[in-house]
């Protein structure tokens, strides 16, 4: 489980469900049933969907990075080795 905000003005929840594949592509998994993927890259992380932009939001700390698409906000743990380029 990982921490969303899912939709405009929502609060952050540990909600979420971050899903690792082995080809570099992680799923977020939301409560309602939707998802969004990301890919990894040589220094982050992008959209992998292509339809929106993955935006990194300030309020990041050394325990989690915390990033945007759309409406939708997340906290990915640092274990993870996730950055917003």
């Keep these: 489980m990982i921490a969303c905000a899912i939709g405009n ?4 929840t540990e909600s979420c ?8 592509v992680m ?4 409560p309602g049933g939707g998802f969004r993927r990301v890919r ?3 220094d982050g992380i992008e959209s992998a969907d292509g339809a929106e932009r993955i935006v990194g939001l300030a309020g990041g700390s050394e325990a989690f990075t915390e990033f ?3 409406h939708d906000r997340y906290r ?5 080795g996730i950055a917003v380029e």
Excluded at 9 to 12: M, P, V
Excluded at 76 to 80: E, G, K, N, S
């Design 9 to 12: 003005g929502a609060e952050f």
């Design 17 to 24: 469900v971050l899903e690792i594949r082995g080809d570099g």
């Design 27 to 30: 799923v977020l998994h939301q």
């Design 40 to 42: 990894r890259t040589g």
């Design 68 to 70: 945007a698409i759309g």
């Design 76 to 80: 990915i743990p640092a274990r993870f």
